[in-house]
């Protein structure tokens, strides 16, 4: 009962998160073509669901579940800057995107203690103020670093039909669209909050599903004959 | 931070974030329209290099039977002349000799010589007379007249023949020369030089004894297919880059001016086949040549 009223009280977020079944079924079908990458990609849909439903059972139960969503910030960059890892040429690029790899999860960390002066006070824990926009800013440039990387090597033939481009439209879509809205996560999720947005609050799972939808081209693509780069 | 406008924030999350999706959505329209004008520039330069690379080809195939040209007419105008000359000079020697038999003893009180001159002399002959034929195949080996003045078909029927007078093996040739309309003399002269490698390299690497040339139309093309009995060779090593000899390149690069092609197959236990294919041009003006053997031709760019 407390979820279907949770659901019927913010039908969006709800959706959100049952959206995430599209590309996850799409996965199933194309399991078999999936390279490094796109596992990757199916690690953190998997992970993503998981999170979602704990956190929408959570909110169900009028429980803080922001913990939830700090400790998920440093795995979905690792697996989405994972994806970059794989699929760069340049050695210089791949090993910065290592390093970044490596340092945000210790700077995820301290953004949510800096955050959270007193851990143990669950109820009134809050989202980290910068490891969010961080991260937005890494993928952002991991993509636009990317595309700069398929012009200039022109190896794929046609791009509309690169698995890989998809999912990267999709990142785009997704944190760019954030990227102004993550600083004010802070103040808006609050257990006592006074800053309503109203509709504009719903700007995030928006995005969330124009991703997820672009996601779910990109894994329907990955056929044999499109895995490679040369597609 | 409670002090926030929420009114403000709100416009000033909706604009940034617009801005950044239209910036977003920019790109990725961006990247789309630039990779595939880039891919198509590419295209066209790689179109442009192919198109530059058989042009040069061409003028290199050109310049080649031009220079066979002027070293066929060389040897047929001045060595073959001044050969000709000298046969003449030792008929008439042997005349005077035989006519005037007591001038030829004046010469030596020793009869005994009488029989030697005369043995020399008729070597002298017949080594010119050897020369003439040689000097007169070479030429012939260079610059296929008959090709030029009867066309294809009968060019390769002389190669055939000629084939017969120095080697011990049967070359059959199977046309009907009805079916095949005269080509430009490029085309012609590229099927001919092909047909001469195909059964040289018959001759010199698949130890055969019998070889059959078809020279057929078929479905708007002309074929043109060698057969041996020889020992053979595998196919598909002949694809890769590399393994092809220098007269199997010849044969790529004279196709590829003429925008034929070449098949190599096994037709069973022993021997080889190639079999050429290239597009039937329109049917060629049947006014005669003219009947100087050796035309110079001017190299066209």
Known sequence: ?231 | MTAFNPEQVRFAILIATLVMLMMAVFAIVFVIYYQQRRLEQEKKLRDIEKSYQKMLLETALHSEESERRRIAQDLHDDIGTMLSLTKLSLNQLTKILYKDSSRLFSFSSDTSNSPRTELTLSKAQSLVEETIVHVRRITRDLVPTTLDQFGLVAAIEEFIQRMGESYVLSVQFHCDSEDIPRQSPKVELALYRIMQELVNNAIKHANCDEIVIDLRLEQGKIELQVTDNGKGFDPTAIQIIGQAGLGLRNIESRLSVINGSVNYHKPGLRGARARVQIPVEPERNPKPEPLHPFRRTTIKG
């Not at chain 1, 998160?17 to 849909?45: D, E, M, N, S």
């Not at chain 1, 954030?178 to 609050?190: A, T, V």
Request: glycine share 4%.
């Open chain 1, 1 to 231: 009962m407390a979820y279907l009223s949770y659901i019927e009280r913010y039908p969006l977020a709800s959706f959100a998160v049952f959206f995430l079944i599209v590309p996850l079924g799409l996965v199933w079908v194309r399991y078999r073509h999936l390279g490094k990458a796109f596992g990757l990609l199916l690690t953190f849909l998997a992970l993503d669901l998981a999170v979602g439903i704990w956190m929408l059972h959570l909110a169900a139960h009028r429980s803080n579940n922001l913990l939830l969503l700090n400790i998920f910030v440093p795995f979905r960059y690792v697996l989405f800057s994972g994806m970059f890892y794989f699929n760069f040429r340049s050695p210089r690029i791949k090993r910065i995107i290592l390093y970044t790899m490596i340092a945000f999860g210790p700077f995820a960390l301290l953004d949510i203690y800096a955050s959270n002066l007193n851990l143990a006070d669950l109820h009134n824990h809050l989202v980290g103020r910068y490891s969010q926009v961080v991260e937005s800013a890494l993928i952002i440039l991991w993509v636009l670093l990317y595309f700069y990387e398929i012009i200039n090597s022109l190896k794929v033939s046609n791009i509309l039909t690169y698995p890989f481009f998809w999912v990267c439209a999709g990142l785009l879509i997704f944190y760019s669209g954030n990227i102004f809205y993550f600083p004010f996560w802070y103040y808006i999720n609050k257990w006592e909050n006074n800053l309503r947005l109203g509709w504009v609050e719903d700007v995030p799972y928006i995005v969330e599903i124009i991703s997820l939808s672009l996601f779910s081209i990109g894994i329907w693509l990955t056929r044999p004959h499109h895995d490679s780069i040369q597609s």
